[in-house]
């Protein structure tokens, strides 16, 4: 029997109903569901609870309800589990969702008859080194790694290297350090290419860069990326993000190490929609 696992924001509009639903039409395939607590609780089934860290063991696969932001947190959390997950919609955008709420009759369909591939999605992980001493270490994200000034109006400096070889100082805002699957993200409001997720490369590009010269860069994905990072103004501190969502201070003088990741995401995809048809649904782009 298939055992599918539902991972659901609540803070998202109908997130309730359509996690009942969804129970509902997982049952009557004949297959199992297993809810984080919360949400069990909230639909009014406990018999199905089950506490987030223990879906992986659990279940061959994960229904995740939100927006990008919630897939983004699971596939951190999940990161070495090797767990296929499926996005359903009930946010924004939703570049890594793959269903919509109206179309879940046929999501549950296609998903326990086999009719979906999976997409394995690079990751990156990094470290940051202090004085020689690494501070932070087995940070990974999905999207990017973001290096920015603390306070707004405050610019910071980027030296950066790859495999040791220099590349360039840049000052501005910041710089990320993107996968294929974040370029449609913070990087593309920076001016970023669209890179397509199949290839392994990694994106770098200036926020806001105080150069007429600077421009985004791809690099290959089995490069060493690192970025030593100082404030214009040296009582000012910088931050760094991960996927937008976690954040931490940077001293001047840091030493930021992005690497590709050894685990990678595996997001659920149906074979009749590729990358370029979503692009044009989600961008507007008329075709």
Same mark, same amino acid.
């Given at each position: 029997? #298939? +055992? *599918?696992? =539902?991972? +659901?924001?609540q803070t998202k509009p109908n997130a309730i109903p359509v996690s009942e639903l969804l129970v509902n039409l997982i049952e009557q395939h004949g297959a199992q569901a297993v809810v984080e607590e919360d949400t069990a609780r909230a639909i009014g089934r406990p018999d199905l609870a089950l506490p987030a860290a223990q879906l992986p063991e659990r279940a061959d696969l994960l229904f995740v309800l939100g927006g990008d932001g919630t897939m983004l947190g699971y596939a951190r959390d999940? &990161? $070495?589990?090797?767990? !296929?997950?499926?996005? *359903? #919609?009930?946010g924004h955008l939703g570049f890594l969702s793959e269903a919509e !709420?109206?179309?879940l009759k046929n999501a549950v369909k296609r998903v326990l008859s086999g009719e979906y591939c999976l997409e394995k999605r690079l990751m990156l992980e990094a470290e940051v080194v202090r004085d020689g001493q690494v501070v932070l270490d087995n940070l990974i994200a999905l999207n990017d790694f973001g290096i920015a000034r603390e306070e707004f109006g405050r610019m910071v400096t980027c030296k950066v290297s790859a495999d040791d070889m220099y590349i360039d100082h840049y000052t501005g805002d910041g710089l990320l *350090?993107?996968?294929p699957t974040g370029s449609t993200a913070y990087s593309l409001s920076c001016g970023g290419p669209i890179v397509s997720p199949h290839l392994d490369v990694m994106l770098l590009t200036p926020i806001? %860069? $105080?150069?007429?010269? &600077?421009? !985004?860069? *791809? =690099?290959? %994905? #089995?490069? +060493? +990326?690192?970025?030593e990072v100082t404030s214009t103004m040296p009582e000012?501190?910088?931050v760094l993000s991960i996927d937008g969502q976690i954040f931490h201070k940077l001293e001047n003088q840091d030493i930021i190490r992005v690497r590709q990741? &050894? &685990?990678k995401t595996s997001l659920i995809k149906w074979h009749d929609r590729g990358f370029f048809d979503v692009l044009r649904h989600k961008l507007h782009v008329q075709s």
């Open positions: 029997m #298939n +055992v *599918i696992g =539902l991972a +659901v924001n999940f &990161a $070495h589990e090797d767990l !296929p997950m499926l996005g *359903i #919609n009930l !709420p109206q179309d *350090i993107s996968t806001c %860069a $105080h150069t007429l010269y &600077a421009r !985004p860069m *791809i =690099l290959a %994905a #089995n490069q +060493v +990326v690192e970025v000012k501190k910088s990741s &050894a &685990a």
